[in-house]
């Protein structure tokens, strides 16, 4: 089942082949392990099973928030997350929380057209910015 908002109908998406799904986590896993996080490319995976935007953003956000669970446990337990960097750790995640309350406040407004322009392009510009980054 996918996840949405109360009072919305859910889409008409198609199921998906496990093994594709697999190994698109695949793909999405070992980016998100070289570079930290791996949701612009999870993202436009998922969106392929014609999910409403807010149903998107909600197996988008429950995938990577499961994702990052063991990733801190694994990090944690070899030693590499330290008790100096909980600090950032914890004042970055106060701000990605307030953040995800304002895009969802704005993305309750957005037509689905408008929705997908605005994920792609955004997708796009943090592509360009990781390229710039590396060729820096």
């Given at each position: 089942h996918e996840l949405r908002g109360k009072g919305q109908a859910a889409a008409?998406?198609?199921?998906?082949?496990?093994?594709l799904a697999t190994a698109a986590g695949a793909i999405a896993g070992t980016v998100s392990g070289l570079a930290g996080?791996?949701?612009f490319?999870?993202?436009p995976l998922l969106d392929r099973l014609g999910l409403?935007?807010?149903?998107l953003v909600a197996t988008?956000?429950?995938?990577?928030a499961l994702v990052h669970l063991v990733k801190v446990a694994g990090f944690t337990w070899g030693a590499v997350?330290?008790?100096a960097a909980l600090?950032?750790?914890?004042?970055?995640?106060?701000?990605?929380?307030?953040g995800n309350a304002l895009g969802a406040r704005v993305l309750r407004r957005l037509s689905r057209e408008s929705f997908r322009r605005l994920m792609l392009g955004a997708l796009s510009l943090a592509a360009v910015w990781l390229l710039v980054q590396v060729a820096a």
């Open positions: 008409d998406a198609p199921p998906g082949s496990p093994w996080g791996a949701g490319v999870a993202t409403s935007p807010t149903a988008a956000s429950a995938t990577m997350l330290t008790p600090p950032a750790a914890l004042a970055l995640t106060v701000g990605v929380v307030a």
